[in-house]
């Protein structure tokens, strides 16, 4: 059997470490097996007027359309979209996304609820922008009108523009959120694993004052942030293992809290999942590893931030390193099979249920769950069936 071929776009160690550790063939041709690209790359790669068409022995790193995910604006969207889906059902779903409103199209209804809520603040975000660019917090209408002035037929690119979450919860004073990684290998039907996550902490402790909106180190917690501040340990780098982070919760709110939430949270990843689940072009040849951005507030309720298709992949401190080169050798233990480079490969949906792998969890296999329901229904009306025959007799 020949050895699989991985090619890759952009020099990352932990990737290629991994890839050479498995001792796959590194090729810059078009006869790869695994591509790590970028999402501009793939996107050519699917575009119908490319000419290219991948064959049965190729794999690559990210969705066409992940972008239904992973943008700001269009992630809310869906979201809302799906939210009412939901209530129409008569599902309830808990509400995860702050209140939103997308600029320049909601400008007037957003004034309006500025309007209604003059005391609260809000958090502004360029949709399509990534490690803190372009983020300010505002709690006066003045600073919105004089940032519209001339925006919206200057700067083309849409805003997203948030409740911000003004009791967030603190750990030794100062704020923080979570990073979590979610692979998925398919949205029909829904295939999705919950991988290892961190927190990563602002340097400068909270607080309430309206007069330090404008700290970043005090709100945002993007480590391209945060190492500018002189606080910045480079050892530890402000983060902390989920692990760790679970049982000091434990010990601070209480082990039912805390299972709460984490409950809480899986139920989150599902749903925003399913909210793009029927958009999404679902290709075989395809699977991402996707970083979510949560954060909690003092009730221990979860809020999606947002997604991200590229997840930073540096490595700032050691344990960082560790973790990461974790997190890709468990992706390609999961989405590469042995006979990938044989050319008899249909897709992770061929490969039966899914597994827990490495470190890794199933979070949702659709398939596997709709079969359950399936024989449980199946179960129930044949229970109907022996007490019918019964009650005859």
């Not at 993007?222 to 000091?248: A, C, D, F, M, P």
């Not at 470190?359 to 024989?375: G, H, P, Q, S, T």
Request: glycine fraction near 6%; include cysteine.
């Amino acid at each position: 059997m020949s050895k699989i071929k991985w090619k890759i776009e952009y020099e990352k160690g932990v990737i290629c470490q991994n890839f050479e550790r498995r001792g796959w063939t590194r090729t810059e041709g078009e006869d790869w097996n695994v591509f790590w690209a970028t999402v501009g790359t793939v996107k050519q790669i699917f575009n119908p007027d490319s000419g290219m068409r991948l064959g049965d022995s190729q794999l690559i790193c990210h969705f066409p359309n992940h972008y239904e995910l992973t943008r700001k604006d269009l992630m809310t969207k869906n979201m809302k979209r799906y939210i009412k889906e939901k209530q129409k059902e008569g599902v309830v779903v808990n509400d995860f996304v702050p209140v939103t409103y997308l600029l320049p199209a909601d400008y007037s209804l957003f004034v309006e609820e500025f309007r209604r809520l003059p005391n609260a603040m809000w958090i502004m975000k360029p949709s399509n922008a990534a490690q803190g660019k372009g983020i300010f917090i505002i709690n006066k209408l003045q600073q919105i009108k004089k940032w519209s002035t001339g925006r919206f037929n200057r700067d083309q690119q849409t805003y997203v523009v948030s409740r911000y979450i003004e009791n967030p919860l603190l750990i030794g004073g100062k704020k923080f959120d979570l990073r979590i990684y979610v692979l998925i290998t398919s949205f029909r039907p829904l295939r999705m694993y919950l991988g290892d996550g961190f927190a990563r902490f602002c340097n400068v402790k909270y607080s309430y004052d309206v007069g330090e909106i404008d700290n970043p180190f005090m709100h945002l917690t993007n480590v391209s942030i945060q190492k500018h501040n002189e606080e910045y340990n480079n050892t530890h780098g402000g983060k902390w293992n989920v692990s760790n982070l679970r049982l000091y919760l434990e010990s601070t709110r209480g082990l039912e809290a805390t299972q709460k939430l984490f409950l809480d949270i899986d139920e989150l990843l599902v749903h925003s999942a399913k909210a793009v689940q029927n958009v999404m072009i679902n290709d075989r040849h395809c699977f991402e590893c996707y970083g979510y951005d949560l954060l909690l507030d003092d009730d221990l309720k979860p809020w999606l931030v947002e997604v991200n298709a590229s997840p930073s992949l540096a490595a700032t401190t050691e344990m960082d390193k560790e973790m990461k080169s974790t997190l890709i050798r468990d992706v390609l233990d999961i989405t590469v099979p042995d006979e990938l480079n044989e050319g008899e490969y249909r897709g992770a949906n061929t490969r039966g249920p899914c597994r827990d792998t490495g470190d890794f969890v199933v979070l949702y296999d659709e398939a596997a769950e709709n079969e359950k329901i399936r024989k449980l229904e199946e179960d129930k009306l044949q229970g109907k069936e022996k007490r019918k025959s019964k009650s005859w007799k």
